[in-house]
């Protein structure tokens, strides 16, 4: 069976970092692109990032971009997110996703970040 | 960036009934567009991709429709399972993008 687990989530103060992973399992991870999505308190979905299969191509929205680093070990089976300049506009719950054909097909169960100080 | 809407952002039904929610998108998507399902506490759960393809163990009662840039979920007969918070996506481009959410209530 295909699982995401991720970890990571904590307690940091406004500027500090963060690095969040998702370990995979279940599936081939080197031929999958692997997408970060958010959730703040009580609102919808966010989409945060995207890795490309090989690690050659990332993706960033807007809000995140030059703060966030997306990457990945293939050889591990993992997914990382790395965090920084954190507001406390980044408080949500972080998924991992695995995209197939464009959709996303498989979550994490998410891992709280909260920004405060 | 492809802005997705959906509506109602709200919607009260009882089990039994039959609910379509809608979704909008800022420009064409072909058919790239997926349904998810959240219910509290717990991550998304993919429902529809392509539009109107099931996903793999979703009930038939869930169905979708549309191209280019109008959309709808249908629920044909509502579950107690099924109240929860809908979600649209567009997998056209980047970035991917989703709509606010339809929140699913209980009459």
């Known amino acids: 069976d295909v699982q995401l687990v991720q970890s990571g989530g904590d307690l940091v103060q406004p500027g500090g970092s963060l690095r969040l992973s998702c370990a995979a399992s279940?599936?081939?991870?080197?031929?999958?692109?692997m997408f970060w999505v958010r959730q703040a308190p009580g609102k919808g979905l966010e989409y945060v990032s995207g890795?490309?299969?090989?690690?050659?191509?990332?993706f960033y929205a807007d809000s995140v971009k030059d703060r966030f680093i997306i990457s990945r070990d293939n050889s591990k089976n993992i997914l990382y997110l790395q965090m920084g300049s954190l507001t406390t506009e980044d408080t949500a719950v972080y998924y991992c996703?695995?995209?197939?054909?464009?959709?996303?097909?498989?979550w994490g169960q998410g891992t709280l970040v909260t920004v405060s100080s | 960036d492809i802005q997705m809407t959906q509506s109602p952002t709200s919607l009260s039904a009882s089990v039994g009934d039959r609910v379509t929610i809608t979704c909008r998108a800022s420009q064409s998507i072909n058919i790239y567009l997926n349904w998810y399902r959240q219910r509290p506490g717990k991550a998304p759960d993919l429902v529809i991709y392509?539009?109107?393809t099931l996903q793999s163990g979703v009930p038939s009662r869930f169905s979708g429709d549309g191209s280019g840039t109008d959309f709808t979920l249908t629920i044909s007969s509502l579950q107690p399972e099924d109240f929860a918070t809908y979600y649209c996506q567009q997998g056209y481009s980047f970035p991917r993008t989703f709509g606010q959410g339809t929140k699913l209530e209980i009459k």
């Open positions: 279940g599936f081939i991870f080197s031929s999958y692109a």
């Open positions: 996703a695995r995209e197939l054909d464009s959709r996303f097909d498989h």
């Open positions: 392509a539009a109107s």
């Open positions: 890795i490309r299969s090989n690690g050659g191509r990332t």
